[in-house]
C-alpha cells in the first residue's frame, strides 16, 4: 500500500509517500481502505512537534524522543471494510465506515486496522466518504467535551475559534442542543459560523470577547489564549470553561481552578466512542450538521497539504484523498 510516512521531525517535506506492508487485521480488528482522512492541527503538531508550552516532554513520549515512533499520521478515516479479524460480528466487508484513530494515527494511508469495538461506525448514508471524514476529529472532540458540561435550551455557549476543525464542529453541535452560540472568530468567517448556527459573531480583531463585562455558560477555546485567569469573569457562576487547547500549566492549574471557583476548568476530551460517532452520523443524516471543507488535497499532494495547515488559516477541516470508488462517486 503507499502510505505518507515521516522519519523525522520537522517542516511538511519530511513527509514522503513509501510502499509498505498492508497490515493484517488481528482478532477483534476491521482493517479498513481508506478513501479519506484530514489533515488536522494535531498532525501538524505530532509532524513539526509543536506542542503547548510545557509539554515537550509528554509529547517526546507520546511521539517519540529522536524520530516519530508512528511514522504514518492521520487520526481519522473514512472508507470502506476489507477484511475482519477473527471475533468481529458487527462490522463485515463492503461496509462503509468512519473511525478514529486518535493518538495512535495511521489514516493517511492506504489501509488501516481499528478495533471494532474502538471509535468505528457505519458511514451516513448522505455523504461521500470525502465528507463524512470530517464528522470525526472536529466532532468527536467537540462532542467529548460538551459530554462534561451541561448545554441545552436557553444555555449560552462561546465559542473561541469557532472556524476550524473543532470549532465549526462546536458551533453545530451546541446550536443542536438548543444553545445560544456566540461564536469568535475573524470578520472574514462570520458568515461561514452564521450559517452554523452561531447567533453572533465577534470578531476578535476587532472585539476582546473578556472585555464587555458579558458572561457565558459555557466558554470552548479552540485557540489556546484563553485560560481560566483570562476568561474567569466571561463565565456564569457554575459555568464550564472547556479547553480544546492548553499548555502545561494551565492543565496543572485546572482542577485547583475548579475547586475554588465552582466553575469546571478542564482539558480532559475523554474518550472517543462509536456512540459519539453514531450521533454525529444520526445529526448528519438528518441533515442537521453538515461537512465542512477548506479544501481537499490528493495523497499525493501531501506536502502541500501539510504546508497549507502550517498556516493555520484553515476554515473547517482540510480533506486528503486516499482513493476513491465508483461506488462513493455517486454520492459527490
Known amino acids: 500500500m503507499t502510505a505518507a510516512v515521516y522519519r523525522r521531525f520537522g517542516a511538511p517535506e519530511v513527509v514522503r509517500l513509501e510502499q509498505r506492508a498492508i497490515p493484517t487485521p488481528r482478532p477483534g480488528e476491521v482493517l479498513i481502505r481508506v478513501h479519506a482522512s484530514t489533515v488536522s ?5 505530532a509532524r513539526a512537534r509543536d506542542v503547548p508550552a510545557g509539554l515537550g516532554l509528554l509529547a517526546a513520549v507520546g511521539l517519540g524522543v529522536f524520530r516519530p515512533s ?7 478515516a473514512a472508507g470502506v471494510v476489507a477484511a475482519v479479524g477473527s471475533g468481529v460480528t458487527d462490522f463485515t466487508p463492503g461496509d462503509r465506515v468512519i473511525a478514529a484513530m486518535g493518538g495512535a494515527f495511521g489514516g493517511h494511508a492506504e489501509y488501516v486496522c481499528v478495533p471494532a469495538d474502538g471509535a468505528i461506525t457505519r458511514a451516513p448514508s448522505t455523504m461521500s466518504l470525502d465528507e463524512a471524514v470530517t464528522l470525526v476529529f472536529g466532532g468527536i472532540t467537540a462532542m467529548g467535551f460538551f459530554a462534561q458540561a451541561s448545554i441545552g435550551p436557553g444555555t449560552s455557549v462561546l465559542v473561541n475559534g469557532a472556524s476550524g476543525a473543532v470549532g ?8 443542536q442542543l438548543g444553545a445560544d452560540v456566540t461564536a469568535v472568530t475573524s470578520g472574514g468567517n462570520a458568515a461561514l459560523v452564521s450559517s452554523l448556527g452561531a447567533a453572533r459573531v465577534i470578531d476578535y480583531t476587532r472585539e476582546d470577547f473578556t472585555a464587555g463585562g458579558e458572561t457565558y455558560d459555557v466558554i470552548v477555546d479552540c485557540v489556546g489564549n484563553a485560560p481560566f485567569g483570562r476568561a474567569e469573569r466571561s463565565i456564569a457562576p457554575g459555568g464550564a ?6 499548555d ?19 482539558w480532559n476530551v475523554g474518550t472517543p466512542s462509536a456512540d459519539h460517532l453514531a450521533h454525529l452520523v444520526s445529526l448528519a443524516d438528518s441533515g442537521r450538521y453538515r461537512a465542512v471543507i477548506d479544501r481537499s488535497f490528493d495523497l499525493a499532494d501531501i506536502v502541500e497539504a ?15 484523498r486516499i482513493a476513491s470508488s465508483e461506488e462513493d462517486a455517486g454520492r459527490r
Open 41 to 45: 492541527v494535531a498532525d501538524h503538531r
Open 248 to 266: 502545561l500549566r494551565a492543565m496543572l492549574r485546572s482542577h485547583g481552578q475548579s475547586r475554588r471557583s465552582g466553575k469546571l476548568v478542564t
Open 168 to 175: 465549526t464542529a462546536a458551533v453545530q453541535l451546541a446550536s
Open 241 to 246: 470553561l472547556l479547553l480544546v487547547v492548553g
Open 306 to 320: 501539510h504546508r497549507f495547515v502550517d498556516t493555520g488559516r484553515k476554515r473547517g477541516n482540510v480533506v486528503l
Open 70 to 76: 508512528r511514522p504514518i499520521l492521520g487520526m481519522d
